[in-house]
């Protein structure tokens, strides 16, 4: 078990561009979770894979965020003209298959900072 | 819609002292609870989770948490707390069948020598 991978750790970018984050989640695991979490704040949901589907979305996820899971093994997250609001950690995490409530491993995150 | 409440945004504990950091929690049928912690730029590490069974949870790292049904109430406790111990804490709760887990703000524990 190596754990979900995440990269970057940090990422700075002017606001307007594009960023994608990459996320690896331990490889047995089927489901995979985008979380964002802002200063101050406990991480809130995103959107969640199982294998490959998107099977939710967050109202928080605007039309600039993108989630794909192409292989159901890897997951990117691409934010289109970031703005400053965005800047946050962005957290990924997997879980097993099997029991509906199995427990979500997180990464260490991805910091996104727009100036 | 679930929700947690985490009321205490700091909190200030000896080392060797007793903790409970508090959690409420709002949800309509049986809940799924966690507790996760956070270290500075880091991501969340799982301290235990009630589903069902035995109201009285052990986690890692010498945790354990009480669900109480009737207090919606799922505080984490350790009899004696260690300099290693500061971090961020976080309450989650889920439900249905998969897990969008809603956090609560968290509380940070800072611990004095």
């Known amino acids: 078990d190596t754990g979900v991978s995440q990269d970057p750790r940090h990422k700075i970018t002017k606001r307007g561009q594009n960023v994608t984050f990459r996320c690896d989640p331990i490889s047995e695991h089927n489901r995979l979770y985008w979380y964002r979490q802002t200063l101050g704040q406990g991480p809130e949901f995103l959107t969640y894979f199982q294998n490959e589907a998107q099977l939710e979305k967050s109202r928080l996820l605007s039309d600039r965020f993108s989630a794909e899971r192409p292989k159901g093994s890897f997951s990117t997250l691409e934010i289109q003209r970031t703005e400053q609001g965005d800047s946050a950690m962005y957290l990924c995490?997997?879980?097993?298959?099997?029991?509906?409530?199995?427990?979500?491993?997180f990464g260490n995150g991805t910091r996104l900072t727009v100036t | 819609a679930q929700s947690v409440t985490q009321p205490d945004i700091h909190i200030t504990v000896s080392e060797g002292a007793s903790l409970e950091l508090r959690c409420n929690y709002s949800?309509?049928?049986?809940?799924?609870l966690f507790w996760y912690v956070q270290s500075p730029g880091q991501g969340l590490q799982l301290l235990l989770k009630?589903?069902?069974?035995?109201?009285l949870v052990q986690g890692i790292k010498g945790f354990e948490a009480e669900f109480k049904r009737s207090q919606s109430s799922f505080n984490l406790r350790k009899p004696s707390v260690h300099w290693s111990d500061a971090a961020e804490y976080f309450c989650?709760?889920?439900?249905?069948?998969?897990?969008?887990?809603?956090f609560g703000t968290g509380t940070r524990l800072l611990v004095s020598p």
């Open positions: 009630y589903f069902s069974g035995d109201t």
């Open positions: 949800y309509g049928a049986t809940p799924y």
């Open positions: 989650a709760v889920a439900g249905g069948g998969f897990q969008k887990l809603v």
């Open positions: 995490a997997s879980s097993s298959p099997g029991q509906g409530n199995s427990p979500l491993h």
